[in-house]
């Protein structure tokens, strides 16, 4: 079993709509937890970060973590073409390795 | 002025060889990485170099080996290539203060192994 878990999707919706991607991890330690977009052919950029629980909005995104169900979320409202990527969650242990350990990604599609 | 660039982008050869992708940052971060994203998209840390020591040395073959010649440069030498280690490999880099979210990535460098 993967420390984290994230359906690879792919998760096609129109555009507008509000988009729901999800991780789980097993890993209790796990204190930093990030969203990365990924466009075809890039590197990662970091979209939003997290520190323990709670919610964090920026703009039309939203991050989520549960930490007692080991669940984190990335919310996307009004969702646009341009929003078409893989999204990947990452988690790192508050730690001096700084290591991060990725989900496998989700590919999202918004149609015109 | 790209923040952390690598060379090459694209990489393709033939089995058996021996090939180096370098890695420069910009940004002034203390800490550097090497990533290695397969097919289904999934990113597996394989080394991390502090202040040009070696941090982490995940389970990787020992025919890779990262060298950090400064602060600013983290090179992988590949040797005896194999088909299996066609991937896509992101340098990235995090923040001076050490926080875990400070991660930047390079645009990757795609290797092919034919």
């Known amino acids: 079993q993967k420390e984290v878990e994230q359906d690879p999707g792919p998760l096609s919706v129109p555009e507008g709509a509000i988009v729901s991607l999800n991780c789980t991890y097993s890993?209790?330690?796990?204190?930093?937890f990030m969203w990365y977009r990924q466009y075809s052919r890039k590197g990662p950029e970091l979209l939003m970060y997290?520190?323990?629980?709670g919610n964090k909005e920026d703009g039309r995104f939203t991050a989520q973590v549960d930490k007692s169900s080991k669940y984190i979320s990335l919310f996307i409202r009004d969702s646009q073409p341009s929003d078409s990527a893989t999204y990947l969650c990452?988690?790192?242990?508050?730690?001096?390795?700084?290591?991060?350990?990725f989900g496998s990604g989700t590919r999202l599609l918004v149609r015109p | 002025d790209t923040a952390v660039s690598q060379t090459p982008k694209y990489l393709v050869t033939q089995m058996g060889n021996d090939k180096s992708i370098k890695c420069e940052q910009n940004?002034?971060?203390?800490?550097m990485y090497w990533y290695k994203q397969d097919s289904k998209k999934f990113l597996k840390i394989m080394f991390s170099?502090?202040?040009?020591?070696?941090?982490i040395n995940e389970t990787v073959p020992n025919r890779f080996s990262p060298k950090s010649p400064d602060k600013a440069h983290l090179n992988l030498h590949i040797n005896s290539l194999e088909l299996g280690d066609s991937a896509v490999y992101f340098c990235a880099t995090s923040s001076p203060s050490g926080s875990n979210y400070g991660y930047t990535f390079g645009s990757g460098t795609r290797l092919t192994v034919v």
């Open positions: 990452a988690m790192s242990e508050m730690d001096s390795s700084y290591k991060l350990i």
């Open positions: 170099y502090n202040n040009k020591e070696l941090i």
């Open positions: 940004l002034g971060h203390d800490t």
């Open positions: 890993n209790s330690a796990f204190q930093y």
């Open positions: 997290t520190y323990s629980s």
